[in-house]
C-alpha cells in the first residue's frame, strides 16, 4: 500500500459521508435599526447565527457555512435568494431581516429551498435588546429542531461525555523516504499496540463536530532488511511513544484524528558484508511522529481504524519513514464524564 493509496482510502471515507450531509448557506442579514431610522446593507448578524449553529453538535450530516461572497446586498425577495443560490450552488439557503425598536429587537429568517424555489420555513424571534444574544440563540434552537426533524437527523444539545481507556493493536508496513535510506534499506512489517486514554470526549464543540483528545502509551516494533543491491543486514526497531491526537467526531461511528507523538528508538543492526565477519550495533535515538487517520466505530467496544504515520528519528543520519496500518481498538473502560463547572 503506498502512501498515495493510503491517503486516498482516507479522503474515500470522508467524502462518502460527506455525499449524503444537508449543507445549508447563511446570507448577510439586514439589519433596521429604527431608533435611528437606519438600515444597514451589511451586519455582523450572520456571524453570530453561524457561531450558535455550529456551537451545537450535529455531525457531518449537517454543515453551516457563510455564502462566499459576503459583499452582496442581504437578499430580501425570492429572486434575491435564487439569485445567491445560483452563485454558490447553494442546496439551502438562510437570510432575512433583524429590526431594533425603542425597547425590542425582532428577527425574521426564512429558509429557502433552492430545487423547488421556495421558502420552506419561516423562523421568528423577539426579546428585549440587552438579550440580543438570547434572542439570536433562540432562532438558532429553532432551526435546528426544524432541520433535525425535516431531514431525520440527529442533533445533540446534552450529549453525555464519557472518560475511556482502550487497547490499540494494528498491523502495517513501512519504508524509509529517500532514496539515501531505500539504497541500503527496505521496510518490512510493523506491529503496534499500546494504551490510549481519553480524559473526555466531548471537550469542545466546533463547527457542529464534537472534538476531544486522547494520549497513552504505544509500543511498535517494525522489521526492515538490507536492499540485497548493498548487503545483507536485518533492522529490528523498536519505538516507544507517548501520542497526543485531536478527534474530530464525525457521525456516531465515524472520527477522523490528527496527532504527534515523542518517540525513544532502539536500533538492532545486523550486517554481513563480504569477507568481514558479521556485526551487530545496537544504539537508540529520539524521535517524532506525526500521523493521520480515520476510525469506525464497528460495536459499542470495538473501533477498527486506518492510521497514516511519518517517523522522524534524529540521528547524525536522519530517517524519516512512512507507514499506513490497520488496526482495531478495544474498549477496556468507560465511565460518564462529570463536569464541576
Not at 429553532?142 to 433535525?148: A, N, P, S, V
Request: with cysteine; glycine share 6%; charged share 20%.
Amino acid at each position: 500500500m503506498s502512501k498515495r493509496a493510503g491517503s486516498f482510502i482516507l479522503l474515500f471515507f470522508i467524502c462518502t459521508i460527506w455525499a449524503y450531509s444537508v449543507n445549508v448557506h447563511i446570507a448577510p442579514i439586514l439589519y433596521i435599526d429604527e431608533t435611528k431610522d437606519m438600515a444597514k446593507d451589511y451586519s455582523t448578524v450572520h456571524y453570530q447565527l453561524i457561531r450558535d449553529l455550529q456551537s451545537v453538535e450535529s455531525g457531518i450530516g449537517l454543515n453551516f457555512r457563510i455564502v462566499s461572497d459576503e459583499s452582496i446586498n442581504p437578499p430580501q425577495s425570492l429572486s434575491d435568494a435564487i439569485a445567491v443560490c445560483r452563485l454558490d450552488r447553494a442546496e439551502y439557503l438562510l437570510y432575512g431581516f433583524v429590526v431594533k425598536r425603542e425597547h425590542t429587537i425582532q428577527a425574521e429568517i426564512r429558509l429557502f429551498d433552492y430545487e423547488n424555489r421556495m421558502v420552506i420555513q419561516i423562523f421568528y424571534g423577539i426579546d428585549d435588546y440587552e438579550h440580543y444574544d438570547r434572542m439570536i440563540a433562540d432562532l438558532s434552537h429553532k432551526i435546528l429542531e426544524y432541520l433535525g426533524d425535516a431531514f431525520n437527523l440527529r442533533i445533540f444539545e446534552d450529549r453525555p461525555a464519557y472518560t475511556m481507556i482502550s487497547i490499540p493493536v494494528d498491523l502495517g508496513y513501512w519504508t524509509p523516504l529517500g532514496s539515501d535510506w531505500v539504497n541500503v534499506l527496505l521496510g518490512t512489517g510493523i506491529i503496534n499496540t499500546g494504551v490510549t486514554f481519553i480524559p473526555t470526549d466531548n471537550l469542545f464543540t466546533l463547527w457542529g463536530k464534537r472534538f476531544y483528545l486522547s494520549t497513552g502509551l504505544n509500543i511498535a516494533y517494525r522489521l526492515g532488511v538490507g536492499n540485497p543491491r548493498a548487503y545483507s543486514a536485518y533492522y529490528n526497531n523498536i519505538m516507544v511513544m507517548v501520542p497526543a491526537r485531536l478527534h474530530m467526531e464525525l457521525t456516531d461511528r465515524h472520527r477522523i484524528f490528527l496527532g504527534a507523538g515523542f518517540l525513544y528508538f532502539v536500533d538492532i543492526l545486523s550486517v554481513e558484508q563480504k569477507y568481514a565477519d558479521p556485526e551487530t550495533q545496537v544504539y537508540s535515538n529520539l524521535g517524532l511522529e506525526l500521523m493521520l487517520g480515520y476510525s469506525f466505530k464497528l460495536t459499542e467496544k470495538i473501533s477498527l481504524y486506518f492510521n497514516n504515520t511519518f517517523d522522524f528519528e534524529f540521528s547524525d543520519t536522519q530517517m524519516v519513514s512512512y507507514s499506513p496500518r490497520v488496526g482495531v481498538d478495544i474498549l477496556l473502560y468507560k465511565k460518564e464524564f462529570n463536569k464541576k463547572w
